[in-house]
């Protein structure tokens, strides 16, 4: 609540504040139109005119025109302040009262608690009335629906979010404008969009016969929002720069390297993102990916790029250098205009482009980082996998990850770029690009749209049903019957069921997924029983890789080499059952887990039974929450290495196929077969 407050004081601050900065300041105060000049200041406050003879005085039709604009949408987020208000005080009576959680409790609570203590109320109220008990992928719909759906359209490439440039190639546009005009348009607006309410789609949208009217209604919607947003262009500028101002020139006076960093996209966390995710474990994911991820984009220079930041680098630190020690001893240099400007405007540069400057000492291998990557991100396209070394997946990387500026740049020019029918530019989006879109979006809500009990409408690739939405390329034989069309890319379905089942322990997956996860934990222990040595074993690929994510993970792959693989006695001989607990660890900021703090046995490592892992972790140093992590980075690596000796087989049987129809070909042509094939 004190953020939506903050956010409210924030716009207030900042619209009537440049409309009282352009009107009551005086900026020339040494100018003969100003009341001061040839006269003393005694008083910094003497340069700013009182709002209420500033109002009276100074203020012009562009000023009024301004404040009435500013004044209607403050009332309005003012009405969303007090809405947003009442809802919290709602959860909060909600927790205390029915929960039993109190405020000062909800730091150390995690989420897997709260969803326990949700359902012990649904079983004693009854608070849905449509289900007599709530389980942990119920609540998940109900939170998630809207983000599911988004999920899923970027998953199948429904929104056209890939916009082709004459300089800069192919780049991904996910703006917050856009992405909150999305949101809007097609979930949360009861007139605009296909719902009615939440968990309700309109009955016209279910009908296939409708279809055409439906993408009709939504592309007029789509065509009106994107020239609405058109004429609104100066006024989304001018609050893009004063946002902009307001919030990054401490950063760009006291750390401009802070624009070098880079950080995930809008883009890549949908892209990224698994079914049923909620925030924090998405954060969390990410935010431990960030540090292979930046190792890996830091391997990629070029040599010429880098002699001239270089050349430009020591230029600029000699340059601001030598002005100040020349002032410090000869200080009216700094009353000479200009030679402050100079003086900033190069220690930004400086500090800028010294953060690019990479390190001659380091060496880096792109195939390592790209898998200590995969670990914890989970998706990367094939390619990634075996072309980490080439400029074309790193630029690829890039829009996943780019520099901040990027980001920021794009959201502050943005609204300046101009709509054309031929050029996908941003504004032009929801005007050309979208509407283009809009019979493929009701399709993909008609077919992928089913109503669960107790939650409503939601999307079908949410349910995490194998059977309807897996993928062969990613499954074992038989156990999907989806199309094309239904399956889920780049194992969106088999991760997000792994994920789930591994931060929901007490979760009752479907059949088809059971089965699924049931099949994958009998191909690992297959893998776990067979050489380590081999380079076709696949669970001892993945656990080499993960032993490469830190000191803690490397002690506890090679606990598991060792109980495995050599003859010596372990410490300890007691099996890990699901009660086991290693919460006797002190834990603070538990609100932010992924999964509950203690093991269960339904991970690759913990579902083991003849490995002592509540002594492995012991010695690794790694926490119940950690270890989960862990496994789960396990479990991915794990699934992809099964995944490419799929594809690879796949490859090799077409290569024979057309081999042989080539051989076949020649012999009817009379042409000579070689001898000894090569390859």
């Not at 009335?129 to 992928?137: G, Q, S």
């Not at 914890?376 to 990634?384: E, L, N, Q």
């Not at 400029?391 to 502050?412: A, C, S």
């Not at 007490?506 to 994958?520: G, R, V, Y």
Request: hydrophobic letters at 40%; one cysteine or more; glycine letters at 6%.
């Amino acid at each position: 609540m004190t953020k939506c407050v903050i956010r409210v004081l924030f716009f207030a601050l900042i619209g009537f504040g440049f409309v009282y900065c352009s009107d009551c300041i005086y900026f020339n105060f040494d100018l003969p139109s100003s009341p001061f000049y040839n006269t003393t200041i005694t008083s910094f406050s003497q340069l700013f005119i009182p709002i209420s003879v500033c109002a009276a005085t100074q203020f012009n039709s562009t000023s009024w025109f301004c404040v009435t604009i500013l004044s209607m949408v403050l009332i309005y987020r003012l009405y969303k302040l007090i809405d947003t208000g009442c809802k919290y005080r709602d959860i909060k009576v909600f927790y205390e009262s029915v929960m039993k959680i109190s405020k000062y409790d909800l730091p150390n609570v995690t989420w897997h608690e709260v969803v326990s203590r949700l359902r012990e109320v649904q079983h004693e109220q009854q608070i849905c009335v449509n289900n007599t008990d709530l389980n942990e992928l119920d609540i998940s719909h109900r939170i998630l629906r809207t983000t599911n759906y988004m999920v899923a359209m970027v998953n199948k490439n429904i929104l056209p979010l890939k916009i082709s440039t004459r300089f800069f190639g192919e780049w991904y546009y996910f703006s917050s404008q856009l992405q909150t005009t999305l949101v809007f348009l097609l979930f949360t607006s009861t007139y605009l969009s296909p719902f009615k309410a939440p968990g309700k789609l309109k009955e016209e949208f279910k009908k296939r016969e409708e279809r055409a009217k439906c993408a009709a209604q939504l592309t007029r919607t789509f065509r009106i929002v994107g020239l609405l947003c058109v004429f609104m262009i100066p006024l989304f500028f001018f609050w893009s720069i004063l946002s902009f101002l307001v919030n990054y020139s401490g950063y760009v006076r006291l750390e401009p390297g802070f624009f070098s960093v880079r950080r995930w996209s809008r883009y890549a966390r949908l892209y990224l993102r698994h079914f049923n995710e909620m925030d924090h474990e998405l954060d969390k994911r990410l935010g431990r990916a960030s540090k292979p991820a930046k190792d890996y984009m830091r391997s990629f220079s070029t040599p010429l790029v880098v002699v001239i930041n270089k050349f430009i680098v020591k230029l600029l630190g000699f340059s601001v250098a030598f002005v100040a020690f020349w002032g410090i001893f000869k200080e009216e240099l700094f009353t000479i205009p200009n030679v402050l400007v100079v003086l900033s405007i190069g220690g930004i540069l400086f500090s800028g482009l010294s953060a690019c400057v990479p390190d001659e000492n380091e060496v880096l291998c792109p195939y390592e980082l790209m898998q200590k990557i995969l670990a914890d991100i989970h998706y990367v396209p094939d390619h990634f996998k075996t072309m980490a070394h080439t400029t074309k997946v790193r630029d690829e990387f890039g829009h996943l990850f780019p520099y901040r500026f990027v980001t920021l740049l794009d959201e502050l020019i943005s609204p300046l770029k101009s709509p054309s029918p031929k050029k996908t530019t941003p504004n032009s989006f929801k005007v050309f690009v979208l509407p283009n879109h809009t019979l493929e979006i009701v399709d993909f809500l008609r077919n992928f749209t089913v109503h669960a009990d107790g939650v409503g409408d939601v999307c079908s690739f949410a349910l995490m049903d194998v059977l309807k939405h897996g993928n062969p390329r990613w499954l074992g034989d038989g156990l999907t019957k989806a199309g094309l069309q239904e399956q889920a890319e780049d194992g969106k379905t088999e991760l997000s069921v792994l994920h789930f089942a591994l931060m929901n322990p007490n979760w009752e997956p479907p059949q088809a997924s059971n089965a699924f996860i049931q099949n994958f934990r009998e191909q690992v222990n297959t893998a776990k029983d067979q050489y380590p040595g081999l380079d076709s074993n696949p669970f001892y690929n993945s656990l080499n890789s993960v032993s490469t994510m830190g000191s803690k993970y490397a002690s506890l792959a090679n606990s598991i080499h060792q109980s495995k693989h050599q003859s010596f006695p372990r410490p300890g001989s007691s099996s890990l059952s699901s009660g086991l607990r290693t919460d006797r660890i002190v834990m603070t900021g538990l609100s932010q887990a992924e999964g509950p703090p203690y093991l269960a046995q339904n991970g690759i490592w913990t579902s083991t039974a003849d490995l002592d892992m509540e002594s492995s972790l012991r010695q690794a140093g790694l926490n119940a929450i950690e270890a989960r992590a862990a496994d789960m980075s396990l479990s991915a690596l794990f699934l992809h290495e099964v995944h490419d000796r799929h594809m690879g087989s796949i490859r090799s049987q077409g290569g024979d196929i057309q081999q042989s129809q080539s051989e076949s070909q020649r012999r009817q042509e009379g042409e000579e077969l070689p001898l000894l094939r090569i390859g």
